[in-house]
């Protein structure tokens, strides 16, 4: 009985741990569920950062186009100003010729229409010699009954000797007609047309460009404003996890004039009235404040916070768009262990994207790299390029 009864209760036993054995292994599947689930998101999360990323690049590739194409259109737009300004001085020549001429023909021969010069040239000549003629012996016969002449007569004839002299001075001065100058006239008429028809060219290509430069505009802005606020995100992530805690931002600004300008019309808002007048800001404001501290600005913070702060706007850039390398000399000079370890930390991140060619004298720095180069002189005091693999390094160790 007493053995029946410890084999009863050793049952009892392995079945109460049997059932534990189950419930555990359910808990280790529904863990392992969970984990499967985890890296699920883990990874769905990691392809949407990627694609950000890459839209990100897009987003700057087009904005680098955008502005060649702005740069090669104002380029355009002065030259074809410089164009404009020569054709309208041109314009203005012709203009001014044509109206000299129309003038100086108005003036002296009484011609309104330049096709009547060679016919009205002639007739002119004609009648001033026929008048002279009239007028010398009308003047002949009066001055041969002078002595019979009243003073109204004398007065009469006084008159007369001032117009012989007068038809004298003009028919001298005006010469011999001239049977081009109604062909010159259309030559003239002709170029000034021609060129007034230019200008309206110019200023329809001009007002063109002015547009497109505005469209072209509008559009840098909306795309610096995404990248800008993709980077203000970033930059508050990566100084929280520098400082381990703390905030910061990113803030753009105007530039001193054009706030000023922007507060005397009353708008009260001085960046805002700063990028609708010229699409973009003067410049961007960083604004920290480390765990523990206030609000500060930049010039406050100790060297190791500025080279943190630094760091931190860095890699939030190469986040966003990440290039092929990059060389940093001696970031971490100024930074004591804890923070190597977190600069370390956010470098092996950025890593798998970018190469980095870190120039350093921390230790720390130093193990989380994969391959080290030095510069060793020897006793012949030639320098000699030393590299190492730490992961070869490592595997040798291993095997000793």
């Known amino acids: 009985q007493d053995l029946r009864a410890q084999i009863d209760q050793r049952a009892g036993r392995i079945k109460e741990a049997e059932e534990r054995y189950l419930a555990l292994q359910q808990t280790v599947e529904q863990h392992q569920a969970e984990i499967a689930e985890a890296q699920q998101r883990v990874q769905t999360q990691s392809t949407l950062l990627r694609q950000a990323e890459e839209g990100a690049g897009t987003l700057d590739t087009q904005i680098s186009a955008l502005e060649q194409e702005t740069q090669q259109l104002r380029q355009q737009l002065a030259a074809l100003e410089v164009v404009y300004r020569r054709c309208l001085l041109d314009s203005q020549k012709a203009r001014d010729a044509v109206e000299s001429l129309l003038e100086q023909l108005n003036e002296e021969m009484g011609i309104t229409d330049p096709h009547e010069l060679a016919r009205y040239a002639t007739a002119e000549v004609h009648t001033t010699e026929v008048n002279t003629e009239s007028v010398g012996t009308a003047v002949t016969a009066k001055i041969e009954d002078s002595e019979a002449l009243s003073a109204e007569e004398e007065a009469e004839l006084r008159k007369l000797r001032r117009r012989v002299d007068t038809l004298r001075s003009k028919l001298k ?178 890593a798998q994207r970018t190469q980095f060619i870190v120039i350093t004298h921390n230790r720390v720095t130093m193990t989380s790299a994969q391959a080290i180069y030095g510069v060793s002189m020897g006793g012949d005091s030639v320098s000699r390029l030393l590299s190492l693999r730490l992961e070869d390094a490592q595997a040798v160790a291993g095997d000793r």
């Open 173 to 350: 001065s005006l010469g011999g007609s001239d049977p081009d100058a109604p062909q010159q006239y259309e030559e003239t008429r002709t170029r000034y047309e021609f060129l007034t028809t230019q200008i309206s060219d110019m200023d329809q290509a001009a007002l063109q460009l002015h547009t497109i430069i505005t469209q072209l505009d509008v559009t840098m802005a909306r795309q610096f404003e995404i990248t800008f606020q993709a980077i203000n995100a970033r930059f508050r992530e990566n100084f929280v996890t520098l400082f381990k805690g703390g905030s910061a931002r990113l803030e753009l600004t105007a530039a001193k004039g054009e706030e000023d300008h922007s507060n005397g019309n009353g708008n009260g808002n001085g960046h805002k009235s700063s990028e609708s007048a010229k699409g973009m800001p003067a410049g961007v404001e960083v604004i920290v404040q480390p765990p523990g501290k206030k609000v500060q600005d930049l010039s406050l913070l100790s060297g190791g916070e500025r080279a943190m702060v630094s760091a931190a706007l860095l890699f939030s850039l190469l986040e966003i768009n990440p290039p092929p390398f990059c060389l940093l000399d001696e970031v971490d000079a100024a930074l004591d262990e804890s923070n190597v370890n977190r600069f370390c930390e956010i470098l092996r991140r950025l």
